[in-house]
C-alpha cells in the first residue's frame, strides 16, 4: 500500500469520527441526565484529539515526498 493510499484510508475514518461526533453532539443536545451529559462530552472531547491526529497524519502521509512541505514538527525525526 503506497502511502498515498494510505493517506486517502485516515481522511476516510477522520471522516467517520467527524460523522459520530456530530451525532453525540447532537445526543448530547437532547440529554437532561447530568451524569450522561458527561460521558458524552467526555467522548466527543476523546474523539476530536483522535479526528485530529487522522487528519495530521494523513497530511503527513500525503506530503511524506514533497521536498517543500516543512514537516510537522510532532512528525519529524
Known sequence: MTLLRMAAS???SADL???RIIA???????TEDPKERGRLEQRIKDLNTLYRETRE????MERYY?????????HTR
Not at 453525540?24 to 437532547?30: H, Y
Not at 514533497?66 to 510532532?74: I, P, S, W
Open 17 to 19: 469520527l467527524r460523522v
Open 57 to 60: 497524519a494523513a497530511l503527513v
Open 24 to 30: 453525540l453532539k447532537d445526543e448530547l443536545a437532547r
Open 66 to 74: 514533497d521536498r517543500r512541505y516543512h514537516k510537522h514538527g510532532r
Open 10 to 12: 485516515y481522511r476516510q
